[in-house]
């Protein structure tokens, strides 16, 4: 760790499998100008305040000298920056002080750092657990297609599938709440539609229908010998969004059954600028 005005250098090291910032004893130990010697300062200090080893400090021997006045076999204390804060304010002095102050600042410095470290964590583990939600979803997607469910039905039902494994919504990260299910919806016929909207007919209903680009003619069967082709209404792929196909309970002259289209009521909001213009 570095300070801008670092007293005492700080280091890191293991204390009981943990990486901690810690001061070297006897840089503290000059740096508070202890008239004691060092083992006799150290060692005193530790068992008068209850200083545990592992905890507050750790010590291991130095085999040799790095400054080549001696010092073989020397006991060495990397002590943690609380415990050097302790023995600083016990030394009663103006260097005490400083020192005091000083850990005081590194200690704020390295909580500041933890939080934001900690927050960058959490976004992170945040992102990715909604990019495991969108992959889900897009998974039961294709499960509820298979299954035979449409439109909103799809949506909604991964959404469910998704919440049930993460406690989260996938509509809610983008704000769509409030999507409603087609099975709650009335599903109608174009006189349906018309009457809903005061005697529009079914003949002008399917031309908004149309104009809207919501459905289309389908050619079932081409006209022969100047007959007219055979057609049926289809929802185009805007249209899927508001309309279901059913069986009408009716089969055609080779005993099929027919089917027709029959739209929400949801769809009359794509319809209402041509509605009043009609």
């Known amino acids: 760790m570095k300070h801008e005005k670092q007293l005492i ?5 293991k204390i009981s499998n943990q990486d901690v910032p810690t001061v ?9 100008e202890v008239k004691t010697k060092f083992a006799d300062w150290i060692n005193s200090r530790i068992e008068e305040y209850g200083f545990i080893e592992d905890v507050d400090f750790f010590c291991f021997r130095n085999l040799g000298s790095k400054d ?5 076999n020397r006991i060495e204390y990397q002590l943690t920056i609380g415990m050097g804060k302790e023995l600083s304010m016990v030394e009663k002095n103006p260097k005490g002080q400083q020192a005091r102050r000083y850990f005081i600042a590194c200690e704020n410095q390295l909580r500041e750092t933890s939080r934001a470290g900690t927050v960058t964590h959490a976004a992170k583990a945040i992102a990715e657990k909604h990019v495991a939600m969108i992959r889900t979803f897009k998974g039961y997607r294709d499960v509820a297609k298979i299954a035979g469910l449409e439109s909103n039905q799809v949506i ?3 959404d469910k599938a998704v919440r049930a494994l993460y406690g989260e919504s996938c509509l809610a ?3 769509a709440t409030h999507l409603l299910n087609d099975m709650q919806q009335r599903h109608c016929n174009a006189t349906e539609l018309g009457q809903i909207y005061g005697g529009i007919t079914a003949l002008q209903m399917n031309k908004l229908l149309t104009e809207a680009g919501l459905q289309k003619k389908i050619i079932v069967k081409p006209g022969k010998n100047g007959s007219k082709d055979t057609w049926k209404w289809a929802p185009t792929e805007k249209g899927k969004l508001y309309s279901v196909i059913v069986d009408a309970g009716k089969a ?3 005993g099929a059954a027919i089917q027709q289209v029959r739209w929400y009521e949801s769809v ?3 319809l209402r600028p041509a509605i009043a213009a009609a």
Do not use: K, W
């Open 156 to 158: 909604l039902a991964s």
């Open 68 to 72: 080549g006045r001696g010092g073989h």
């Open 268 to 270: 009359l909001a794509e």
């Open 252 to 254: 055609n002259h080779i």
């Open 24 to 32: 070297d004893a006897r840089e503290l130990h000059e740096f508070l």
């Open 9 to 13: 250098p700080i280091q890191t090291r």
């Open 173 to 175: 990260l983008v704000d």
